[in-house]
Protein backbone atom coordinates (compact mmCIF):
# COMPACT_ATOMS: atom_id res chain seq x y z
CA UNK A 1 0.00 0.00 0.00
CA UNK A 2 0.87 3.45 -0.41
CA UNK A 3 1.85 5.64 2.38
CA UNK A 4 -0.07 8.95 2.45
CA UNK A 5 2.04 11.89 1.08
CA UNK A 6 3.64 14.20 3.44
CA UNK A 7 3.82 17.96 3.00
CA UNK A 8 7.21 17.82 1.64
CA UNK A 9 6.55 15.20 -1.07
CA UNK A 10 3.88 17.43 -2.24
CA UNK A 11 6.11 20.45 -2.26
CA UNK A 12 8.73 18.06 -4.14
CA UNK A 13 5.77 17.27 -6.94
CA UNK A 14 4.51 20.50 -7.66
CA UNK A 15 5.67 22.22 -11.14
CA UNK A 16 5.10 26.07 -12.06
CA UNK A 17 3.61 28.95 -10.34
CA UNK A 18 0.00 29.25 -9.60
CA UNK A 19 -2.28 32.00 -10.52
CA UNK A 20 -1.74 34.30 -7.59
CA UNK A 21 1.89 34.63 -8.11
CA UNK A 22 1.07 35.18 -11.59
CA UNK A 23 -1.15 37.90 -10.68
CA UNK A 24 0.77 39.67 -8.44
CA UNK A 25 3.92 39.57 -10.65
CA UNK A 26 1.96 41.12 -13.74
CA UNK A 27 0.73 43.84 -10.89
CA UNK A 28 4.31 44.71 -10.24
CA UNK A 29 5.48 44.85 -13.59
CA UNK A 30 2.74 46.83 -14.58
CA UNK A 31 3.41 49.90 -11.67
CA UNK A 32 7.03 49.62 -13.13
CA UNK A 33 5.94 50.01 -16.82
CA UNK A 34 3.94 52.79 -15.96
CA UNK A 35 6.85 54.52 -14.62
CA UNK A 36 8.79 54.02 -17.34
CA UNK A 37 5.60 55.97 -19.58
CA UNK A 38 5.58 58.69 -16.99
CA UNK A 39 9.54 59.48 -17.30
CA UNK A 40 9.82 58.96 -20.77
CA UNK A 41 6.58 61.64 -21.21
CA UNK A 42 8.17 63.97 -18.89
CA UNK A 43 11.27 63.89 -20.86
CA UNK A 44 9.71 64.12 -23.80
CA UNK A 45 8.25 67.77 -22.61
CA UNK A 46 11.86 68.61 -21.17
CA UNK A 47 13.25 68.11 -24.80
CA UNK A 48 10.27 70.25 -26.54
CA UNK A 49 11.21 73.04 -23.77
CA UNK A 50 14.85 72.43 -24.10
CA UNK A 51 14.07 72.84 -27.90
CA UNK A 52 11.95 76.34 -27.67
CA UNK A 53 14.59 77.75 -25.36
CA UNK A 54 17.38 77.63 -28.31
CA UNK A 55 15.55 78.49 -30.42
CA UNK A 56 14.57 81.84 -28.39
CA UNK A 57 18.11 82.45 -27.70
CA UNK A 58 18.78 82.18 -31.32
CA UNK A 59 16.58 84.35 -32.22
CA UNK A 60 17.69 87.06 -29.75
CA UNK A 61 21.36 86.74 -30.94
CA UNK A 62 19.83 86.78 -34.74
CA UNK A 63 18.33 90.25 -33.97
CA UNK A 64 21.81 91.72 -31.93
CA UNK A 65 23.92 90.66 -35.63
CA UNK A 66 21.19 92.56 -37.57
CA UNK A 67 22.12 95.20 -35.33
CA UNK A 68 25.58 95.01 -35.34
CA UNK A 69 25.44 94.98 -39.37
CA UNK A 70 23.54 97.78 -39.12
CA UNK A 71 25.12 100.11 -37.02
CA UNK A 72 23.32 103.53 -38.88
CA UNK A 73 20.04 102.33 -38.28
CA UNK A 74 20.08 102.86 -34.60
CA UNK A 75 16.78 104.22 -33.31
CA UNK A 76 15.25 102.64 -36.37
CA UNK A 77 15.34 99.53 -34.23
CA UNK A 78 13.10 100.68 -31.85
CA UNK A 79 9.71 98.42 -31.71
CA UNK A 80 8.09 101.20 -30.51
CA UNK A 81 9.83 103.71 -33.05
CA UNK A 82 6.46 104.30 -34.91
CA UNK A 83 5.59 101.92 -37.43
CA UNK A 84 2.07 101.77 -37.54
CA UNK A 85 1.38 98.71 -34.93
CA UNK A 86 4.31 96.35 -36.68
CA UNK A 87 7.41 97.51 -39.05
CA UNK A 88 6.77 96.10 -42.78
CA UNK A 89 9.47 94.50 -45.29
CA UNK A 90 10.98 96.36 -47.91
CA UNK A 91 13.25 93.57 -50.04
CA UNK A 92 15.86 95.25 -48.78
CA UNK A 93 19.59 93.94 -50.72
CA UNK A 94 17.43 91.51 -52.59
CA UNK A 95 15.68 93.74 -55.02
CA UNK A 96 16.49 97.24 -53.37
CA UNK A 97 19.02 99.31 -51.92
CA UNK A 98 17.59 100.93 -49.04
CA UNK A 99 18.28 103.62 -46.20
CA UNK A 100 20.18 102.30 -43.21
CA UNK A 101 16.32 103.12 -41.06
CA UNK A 102 14.16 101.04 -44.15
CA UNK A 103 16.91 98.23 -43.34
CA UNK A 104 16.13 98.62 -39.52
CA UNK A 105 12.84 98.67 -40.38
CA UNK A 106 13.01 94.85 -43.09
CA UNK A 107 15.59 93.60 -40.48
CA UNK A 108 12.76 94.10 -37.64
CA UNK A 109 9.56 92.95 -39.84
CA UNK A 110 11.59 89.49 -40.88
CA UNK A 111 12.71 89.07 -37.39
CA UNK A 112 9.38 89.51 -35.66
CA UNK A 113 7.86 87.21 -37.89
CA UNK A 114 10.42 84.39 -37.41
CA UNK A 115 9.92 84.76 -33.42
CA UNK A 116 5.90 84.38 -34.24
CA UNK A 117 6.71 80.91 -36.71
CA UNK A 118 9.36 79.60 -34.44
CA UNK A 119 7.80 80.31 -30.83
CA UNK A 120 4.30 78.60 -29.50
CA UNK A 121 1.90 80.24 -27.66
CA UNK A 122 -0.18 82.11 -30.03
CA UNK A 123 1.37 85.49 -29.29
CA UNK A 124 4.75 85.66 -28.50
CA UNK A 125 6.22 88.44 -28.11
CA UNK A 126 9.22 90.35 -29.84
CA UNK A 127 10.88 93.46 -28.68
CA UNK A 128 13.94 95.62 -29.10
CA UNK A 129 13.81 98.92 -27.31
CA UNK A 130 16.74 101.59 -27.92
CA UNK A 131 18.34 103.92 -25.58
CA UNK A 132 20.83 106.56 -27.00
CA UNK A 133 24.08 107.06 -25.99
CA UNK A 134 24.16 109.97 -22.58
CA UNK A 135 26.92 111.65 -24.25
CA UNK A 136 29.55 111.38 -26.83
CA UNK A 137 31.72 108.38 -26.73
CA UNK A 138 29.31 106.49 -24.57
CA UNK A 139 27.14 103.17 -26.35
CA UNK A 140 24.13 103.25 -27.55
CA UNK A 141 21.83 100.18 -25.70
CA UNK A 142 19.65 97.81 -28.04
CA UNK A 143 17.08 96.01 -25.41
CA UNK A 144 15.98 92.69 -26.95
CA UNK A 145 13.30 90.38 -25.86
CA UNK A 146 11.52 87.69 -26.93
CA UNK A 147 8.89 85.86 -24.65
CA UNK A 148 6.17 82.68 -25.35
CA UNK A 149 3.84 80.79 -23.65
CA UNK A 150 4.59 77.01 -23.71
CA UNK A 151 2.00 74.76 -23.83
CA UNK A 152 0.52 72.93 -20.37
CA UNK A 153 2.28 75.88 -18.62
CA UNK A 154 0.64 78.58 -16.31
CA UNK A 155 3.48 81.28 -16.45
CA UNK A 156 5.47 83.00 -19.61
CA UNK A 157 8.47 82.03 -20.62
CA UNK A 158 11.03 85.38 -21.64
CA UNK A 159 14.65 85.34 -23.32
CA UNK A 160 16.50 88.77 -22.99
CA UNK A 161 20.09 89.97 -23.89
CA UNK A 162 21.59 93.95 -23.98
CA UNK A 163 23.76 95.21 -26.41
CA UNK A 164 26.03 98.08 -26.61
CA UNK A 165 27.24 99.40 -29.44
CA UNK A 166 29.27 103.15 -29.70
CA UNK A 167 27.53 105.35 -32.45
CA UNK A 168 28.84 105.12 -36.10
CA UNK A 169 29.47 108.50 -37.19
CA UNK A 170 28.18 108.55 -40.70
Not at 34 to 52: D, M, N, T
Not at 55 to 63: F, G, R, S, Y
Not at 76 to 93: E, I
Request: one cysteine or more.
Amino acid sequence: MNAPMTPVRRAARQRGITMVEALVALVVLSVGMLGIAGLYVSSLKAGRSALIRTQAVNLVQDMADRIRANALGRAAYDVAAGYGGSPTTHDCVVTTNCTPAALAEDDLARWVASVNAALPGGAPTANVQFTPAAATGRPDRYDILVDWQEAGESTRFSYATTIELIPVIP
